[in-house]
């Protein structure tokens, strides 16, 4: 069964930084799309950012450029989230998401597997 699991959340001043970890569990990662999700409360989820299976392409919600950077480790089986200087309007539900190779589905918040989040939040 393919499952996904997120790590790395946590408590974190303004300006701090986390890196968060998606490792994957019954199947090799490195044909998928791996996208990161936020949802804060009572807001919707909306989309972070996004890397292809190859790690070729990705992409960045304006609200994270410049500041986030996600990466993958095919070795690991894992894709990374780094969080630099981190605002407490980051405070959410960070999940992980998976599909086929490319991030055609988390342009749509359409990911078929999903992990169970980790809470991040930002205060100070």
């Known amino acids: 069964q393919l499952q996904l699991v997120e790590s790395g959340g946590g408590l974190v001043q303004p300006g701090g930084s986390l890196r968060l970890s998606c490792a994957a569990s019954g199947f090799t990662l490195d044909g998928y799309a791996i996208g990161w999700f936020r949802q804060a409360p009572g807001k919707e989820r909306e989309g972070v950012s996004c890397i292809s299976s190859s790690g070729g392409s990705t992409n960045y919600a304006d609200s994270v450029k410049g500041r986030f950077t996600i990466s993958r480790d095919n070795a690991k089986n894992t894709v990374y989230l780094q969080m630099n200087s981190l605002k407490p309007e980051d405070t959410a539900v960070y999940y992980c998401?998976?599909?086929?190779?490319?991030?055609?589905?988390?342009?749509?918040?359409?990911?078929?597997?999903w992990g169970q989040g980790t809470q991040v939040t930002v205060s100070s």
């Open positions: 998401a998976a599909e086929g190779r490319y991030c055609a589905g988390y342009v749509w918040g359409r990911m078929p597997y």
